[in-house]
């Protein structure tokens, strides 16, 4: 989001808050179906600008229909009436890209028109309960394969080139940018999160116009939060007024974010680490002081977003779930993984580290307890590193954390009656908690050395040297 979108879309919550109560869900779907095409930034292959936010609705009204209930039946007034708008609007954003990037009115017109009779085609053969639960495996493969291709620089190249290719584009150019599906991330993982409750029967019964406005929430369409269906309905059902405390707090929190994103994340961004800065450092010092930068300005660009995303929502009646809760000051890894992106690690959690603890209880032959907490750490810290990017340096990220995380549960499990006693001894105990903050904030920084650079040899000499191993 940029400044000008900022403002734009806090001045729209004034607006939609003069208008009759029966018109404001309506409003903010029509408001979070105009913004995916709007946030969605140029690309080198002009008509994937509006062929990727369509394509967002095309998958977020399969995933409503499938994760309609078992009793659900013929679509309601409102449902069409939704359904109907969507359309409108994926064809408003096909021919407004068209008309600006190519005289290609007639073949986008072709290619809305070819997924509208698809879907009309296809509802007869997921059109049960029995039939759209059985389909839901499929699709949840279909959003995996697109992430990981997206996700995965080779693959989206090759992907890249085949559609330049078919656009009668040059080749040698393409590349991963082709490709910048905004949003898709936190969209891909909603989707997974829907379509897993309904499977286990935890999902309610939401409406289209719910499901969308859910999914594409343009406040968090970009950088999240992750919200959860079930709490989202709740305040979107209840309409919160915007009284003169929840627009103090909506306003507080949007200049809060701005703060913290624009001027100084931005700032700090300068002379923080990456590959340029990285090689041109002289010494060790240098280093940790680039490093250290890139820690700051990471939390304060992804917090600032936090903040930016919440403090919108408040202004439309929406309290999106907290993201982070100072995660700098935290005196253990677990500690700081339940305060750093919160929803995200929520989410791994309840649908990786859950699922697969309770398959290594239930096996026959179950692994010793402390490989089943190896194992479980591994993979989620594993979805979580490849949610950023199918790449070696996200890998190695993933198991530097996972080991941590491992390591940590071993000595805590270990340590549980030296700290009870630390409560009658209040010196002693800060002095723990400080130097557990230190030890926890410098392995994290040393984590984000993999982050800040995407050359994995790089980024092992850059190691090296922090920790005085290197020249």
């Known amino acids: ?32 179906l105009l ?80 997924v509208g009779t698809i879907l009309v085609i296809a509802q007869p053969l997921v059109s049960s309960a029995a039939q759209r639960a059985a389909a839901i495996p499929y699709f949840l493969a279909a959003i995996i394969a697109l992430f990981v291709i997206l996700k995965s620089e080779p693959l989206a190249s090759a992907l890249a080139a085949w559609l330049r290719a078919q656009a ?5 150019l393409a590349g991963a940018l082709d490709l910048s599906w905004l949003g898709f991330s936190y969209v891909a993982f909603r989707l997974i999160h829907t379509l897993r409750d309904r499977q286990s029967g ?59 994103k624009f001027v100084l994340a931005d700032t700090i961004a300068l ?45 439309y009646g929406i309290d999106l779930p907290e993201n982070f809760a100072l995660p700098y000051l935290k005196s253990n890894l677990t500690a700081f993984w339940q305060s750093w992106h919160i929803t995200l690690s929520n989410w791994a959690r309840f649908y990786v580290f859950m699922p697969l603890s309770r398959y290594m209880v239930t096996r026959k032959h179950k692994p010793p307890t402390w490989l089943s907490a190896l194992i479980g750490q591994l993979g989620t810290m594993l979805t979580i590193g490849l949610w950023h990017g199918v790449a070696l340096n996200f890998v190695i990220w993933a198991v530097w954390h996972a080991v941590g995380l491992w390591l940590h549960k071993q000595y805590s499990d ?25 030890i926890t904030f410098h392995y994290v920084a040393l984590g984000w050395v993999w982050f800040a650079l995407s050359d994995a040899g790089q980024a092992a000499q850059v190691m090296a040297r922090l920790l005085g191993a290197g020249g």
């Not at 969308?212 to 919200?227: E, H, N, R, V």
């Open 1 to 32: 989001m940029t400044l000008a979108h900022i403002l734009l879309f806090a001045l729209g919550a004034f607006v939609v808050r003069a208008l009759p109560a029966a018109w404001r869900a309506w409003a903010l779907l029509l408001g979070s």
């Open 35 to 114: 913004a995916i095409y709007a946030l969605q930034p140029p690309l080198p292959l002009p008509f994937m600008s509006y062929a990727l936010p369509t394509l967002t609705l095309v998958l977020a009204v399969i995933g409503w229909w499938l994760t309609r209930p078992p009793e659900a039946g013929a679509l309601s007034r409102e449902d069409g009436i939704a359904l109907g708008l969507t359309f409108a609007v994926g064809m408003l954003g096909s021919l407004e890209g068209a008309l600006r990037s190519a005289p290609a009115v007639f073949e986008t017109l072709l290619a809305v028109l070819s």
């Open 168 to 172: 009668e584009r040059p080749i040698t």
């Open 202 to 260: 935890k999902l309610p019964s939401l409406s289209l116009r719910e499901y969308l406005t859910y999914l594409i929430f343009f406040p968090a369409y970009t950088a999240g939060p992750i919200d959860r269906a079930e709490r989202f309905v709740k305040d979107y059902r209840a309409q919160l007024p915007l009284d003169a405390r929840r627009a103090t707090e909506g306003l507080g929190r949007i200049g809060a974010g701005i703060f913290k």
């Open 271 to 315: 002379f923080a680490l990456d590959p340029l800065a990285a090689a041109r450092a002289q010494t060790s010092l240098g280093l940790w002081l680039l490093t250290y930068a890139y820690a700051f300005r990471l939390y304060l660009d992804f917090s600032g977003y936090s903040d930016i995303a919440i403090g919108i929502g408040k202004l």
């Open 414 to 438: 270990r340590t549980r009656d030296f700290y009870a006693g630390l409560k009658e001894k209040p010196r002693l105990r800060r002095l723990v908690y400080v130097a557990g903050v230190l």
